[in-house]
């Protein structure tokens, strides 16, 4: 009955209009709610001083304590705002790597002669490994190294841990020979014929990878195509040059050299060259 005498704070949330609203959950928009009490209530802190809540992402707050841009360095963990400070506040431990940690270092072993198959025997013996090769030596006889045969002297093969590749020996011209070892484990096995013992048609057929083979080629007026020694050599302390040297011990001389030449005359001739004349070189029949 609208002469009845009704208050509308004895009918509401028991408030008037005249004092603000202290009600946290009242959502009367006819009611005063002062926003500074809002907030005070919701963030625990009025727009006046910095807000100091790291969850808080009102952007109408001011975070100006949680990193200071005029004094102090951010040492926020995670923070990637361009605009602040992180300088001397950011403290960055430099990983060392492998190579750094235990001096583990390679490189790689490559020349255009063939290695003798004695001397390179020999070299064999002097590593620290205990494994066979089943390889025919100059003799014709098996190329074996002994089961558990003990080390000599100190050698700079010593450092070697590991080392991988592709052998070129003299008494395996059109066969490249696959060099692996690691730890005590060798091994010396056929890989294959050479590419240019393959005739073309034998070849991969995509350009691309034709391309990736010439490119094994030796220079311009190499005699051999792809033959080659490439090994790759890692170790610990290694001392390159030392082992380069005896490797190089192991490769023909000059007479060995050209005795190798007048041989491989009476061998099935390659199949396949370059031509350097062409950009990029191309491989021919020849």
Known sequence: DESHGHSHASQGKGHSHDAECKDADCKDESHGHSHAEAKK??????????????????????????HSHDEE???????????????????????????????????VYSRRRPFHPQRLREFILKMPVSANADIEGASGREWAI??????????????????????????????????????QFFDLKEFGMYWA??????????????????????????AYGDRRQELVIIGVGLDQPAIEEMLDVCLLTDEEMGMYEEDVKTQTSDRVGVDYTQDPPVAINI
Do not use: M
């Open 197 to 222: 013992s393959t005739p073309l048609n034998y070849w991969p057929a995509g350009q691309v990878e034709r391309q990736q083979i010439v490119e094994d080629f030796g220079p311009d007026g190499f």
């Open 73 to 107: 360095e951010c040492d926020v963990v995670g923070c990637d705002d361009p605009s602040h400070s992180h300088g001397a506040g950011h403290a960055h431990s430099h990983e060392q790597t492998p190579e750094e940690k235990w001096g583990i270092a390679s490189f």
């Open 146 to 183: 002994p089961e558990g045969r003990t080390k000599g002297d100190k050698s700079p093969l010593d450092a070697i841990i590991r080392s991988k590749g592709f052998v070129w020996l003299s008494n395996f011209h059109r066969v490249a020979l696959y060099w692996s070892h690691a730890g």
């Open 41 to 66: 209530e919701t963030h625990g802190h009025s727009h006046d001083a910095a807000c100091e809540d790291a969850g808080c992402e009102d952007a109408s707050h001011s975070h100006g304590k949680a």
